[in-house]
């Protein structure tokens, strides 16, 4: 952490709903990180499970943890995370997107779906830190959601903490494949080798066409709206060097990796994507 004490932007992958009731290696890594960051005074989260076709910003005073999955156990439905919202720092998200020509509007009765509190349940269990779910809006891409990193970056001088949670491998469809701890997907490593490259190297080219360029990239992710997150916490980096960090996490039922990202990058002038920079069709 740098002397300035300003906190990164993190991207986690928060697993199956199953990781608020059986944490394992993320649980550690997520409580390690929590220890090691200064006190945000409060926490943008964008997730994987809350989708839509414009930019919303979670308003409530004090939002709902919503329970977004079914054929768990009782006891999954039963955790609460009644952590305040903020929603004065919401309308100022607002204004914020819209000055960035990104036009969003309050939602005051969104909730927290379990990619906002599962992960957070394990970095700040006490849910006394006021949160603000974002939406991402996965059909324009990932440099859509840089944008809204980037739109936000500046809150990080203000001890906001700005998170995109998602998965970095992210296929379902491997559930009933025979994937273990002891057999893990072929496609696991060679895709999270190479995103760990490209984001040490702050290669953003190459992060924004992964689809084409990256190994494995249709199995690791079908669908890209669990990948999506870690681009908004690129974009709110606040600089074209991402000074990226990977912290692992292990490989949950063989196919989710769990890496945790942050992002140390110097909050300077807002980093303007460049035309050559879209993403492939």
Known sequence: MSNDKRLPSLYISHGSPMTALQPGQVGERLAELA???????AIVVASAHWLTREARVGGAAQPDTIHDFGGFPRALFEIQYPAPGAP??????????????????????????????????????AADIPVVPLAIQPRLGPLHQ?????????LRNEGVLLIGSGSITHNLHDWSRGYSPQQEAPYVRPFTEWMEQQL?????PALLDYRRQAPFAERAHPSDEHLQP?????????????GASRIEAGVDMGFLAMDIYRFDG???????PQPQLQEAA
């Not at 840089?146 to 500046?154: K, S, T, V």
């Not at 040490?200 to 953003?204: G, I, R």
């Not at 870690?230 to 991402?242: I, N, R, S, V």
């Open 35 to 41: 220890a090691a960051l200064p006190r945000p005074r």
């Open 88 to 125: 004065e720092l919401a309308e100022r998200i607002a204004g914020l997107l819209g000055n960035a020509g990104l036009a969003a509007r309050v939602d005051p009765q969104a909730g927290l779906d379990h990619g906002v509190w599962v992960p957070l349940r394990l970095l700040y269990p």
């Open 146 to 154: 840089y944008e809204l990193g980037c739109a936000l970056a500046p």
């Open 200 to 204: 040490l190297k702050s290669n953003l």
């Open 230 to 242: 870690l681009y908004f916490a690129m974009g709110a980096a606040g600089d074209a060097q991402l």
């Open 266 to 272: 110097a909050l300077g002038p807002q980093p303007q």
